[in-house]
């Protein structure tokens, strides 16, 4: 009995600290800082249809430098990954499922547009 | 029968340490801290979803109507202040990374630090909502509001372009009403934190809120490119 509530209190002790060392930290922190500026100074060069997509992209690498080290979910047990992905995929569905929609309605000729 | 006083041992010697659970122990229908973290991370997570949802839905009408009207977002978005973005998306990485430091302060136990990394987020939070609302007055004295008096100086396909702040100012306004309520918790927290309220064994309201601050970085983070570099070379290729 003791030596099992030994053994939890340690695993315990183990399991809560996923401490992040600090250089993890500067090091997204300066990839953050240098993509903004980057996006901002892609946007200012003529890409054509390109920029939004160059935009979005650096935008989501952005966002999951964020979700992975400042939010811990690199670290984090793989229900919280799960939950996370669960609303991602949530999202990509309001989004793509509406967005079939608009892009694509075009192409038919609808009559009165 | 011979496992009973053991167990009422055991029991007692529970409830005698947990009766009340003070603010940081461990519940009693938890078994350990880090179940009751995980738990606790868990149900900040399902909140920020929500939070996901509501802000993708706003980010839903952009697209659509920037799919429609294209040349409308395009010149209404040159009327915003590249500078002003980039700074203000600086300051708030910064004050993402005064937040991951205040976090890691309050996990190794040091709360000085802590309390310093807390105040460092406020100070950037509240300098992110005066560039902000310098922007704001700047777009209400060019009469860039939505409404009886707007319009926009030089626009292409002006009729639409009142769609484009009209989501400007209902995105960035969601945005910074979160950053609001995000520096009242931050004072409670200073507050708590100097008092000493938080251990390295229990940190869980300093490592959510990090969670929340983080998420509204990064609506930020899609904001910025979506809001003012639409067409930033000013030839409309966008379509």
């Known amino acids: 009995m003791s030596a099992s509530h030994h053994n939890a209190a340690s695993h315990d002790n183990h399991e809560e600290h996923h401490v992040v060392p600090v250089s993890v930290y500067l090091g997204v922190f300066f990839a953050l800082i240098a993509l903004t500026w980057v996006t901002a100074w892609i946007s200012t060069i003529d890409l054509g249809p390109l920029n939004i997509y160059v935009a979005l992209s650096i935008a989501i690498f952005k966002a999951s430098l964020v979700v992975l080290f400042f939010m811990h979910v690199k670290y984090g047990t793989r229900l919280t990954k799960l939950i996370v992905g669960c609303g991602l995929f949530w999202l990509i569905l309001l989004l793509f499922i509406v967005m079939m929609d608009i892009w694509t309605r075009s192409w038919m000729g609808v009559p009165g547009r | 029968m011979a496992n009973e006083p053991a167990v009422a041992l055991h029991e007692a010697g529970h409830t005698g ?6 603010y940081g122990e461990v519940r009693h229908h938890f078994e350990s801290y880090a179940q009751q973290k995980d738990a606790s991370t868990i149900g900040m997570w399902v909140f920020l979803l929500t939070e996901l949802m509501f802000f993708g839905g706003m980010f839903m009408a952009y697209f659509v109507y920037r799919q429609w009207y294209p040349d409308a977002f395009a010149s209404a978005s040159l009327k915003t202040n590249l500078w002003l973005g980039a700074f203000n998306t600086t300051v708030l990485i910064c004050s993402s990374l005064t937040m991951a430091m205040a976090v890691h302060s309050a996990s190794t ?15 950037l939070g509240s300098a992110f909502l005066g560039v902000k609302a310098y922007e704001y007055h700047d777009k209400w004295v060019h009469h860039e509001i939505p409404g009886e008096h707007y319009e926009c100086e030089g626009c292409v396909d002006a009729g639409h372009t009142s769609l484009f702040f009209a989501l400007y100012f209902g995105m960035t306004g969601l945005h910074a009403s979160h950053m609001i309520i995000g520096a009242f918790i931050l004072l409670v927290l200073i507050w708590q934190s100097y008092k ?3 251990s390295a064994k229990w940190y869980t309201p300093i490592e959510l809120f990090g969670l929340y601050w983080h998420f509204v970085d990064i609506v930020w983070i899609f904001l910025f490119p979506l809001l003012y570099l639409i067409d930033r070379s000013g030839k409309g290729g966008i379509h």
């Open chain 2, 17 to 22: 340490a947990h009766a009340h659970p003070g």
């Open chain 2, 109 to 123: 136990g040091k709360r000085l630090l802590l309390v310093g990394f807390l105040i460092a987020t406020l100070v």
């Open chain 2, 196 to 198: 000493g309220k938080f």
